[in-house]
């Protein structure tokens, strides 16, 4: 055997053994974090269309005061508090409850002949 091949077999023993340690550290290191889920996403699950939007205007609103609520809320769902889908009115509700006046924009409409008009339009009919 020459020198050569000597110093690519200890090379090669040398790599083998970094890659085996590193396998080992990987085994034997700290166990995976869980990953806390969004509260948000988890609130989200359980809230329908109209309740989704009113989430969405509160948090632009009122941002800080709205993630708490979120918070709170999600972390009921998880402990099992929370089992129904949380309505519109029911999370609209609960803002005002607790002293967030959430802004909603609101329109009346009327419905004539099957066509749709705004209380505006019906006004100026007449």
Known sequence: ????????????????RQLQ???RSKETGPPPEKVEEDPRRTLSKLLDGKAAE??????????????????????????GAIKETIDGPTLYHLF??????VKLKTRI???ED??????EEKLKER
């Open 96 to 101: 005002l409850r607790i002293g967030i006046p």
């Open 54 to 79: 009113i989430l969405e205007v509160a948090s632009y609103q009122f941002p800080s005061e709205t993630e708490a609520v979120v918070k709170m809320l999600a972390n009921l769902a998880k402990r």
């Open 21 to 23: 340690e590193k396998a």
């Open 114 to 119: 099957g066509k749709v008009k705004s209380l």
């Open 1 to 16: 055997m020459s020198e050569d091949d000597i110093e690519l077999n200890l090379l090669r023993m040398k790599r083998l």
């Open 109 to 111: 409409v009327y419905y």
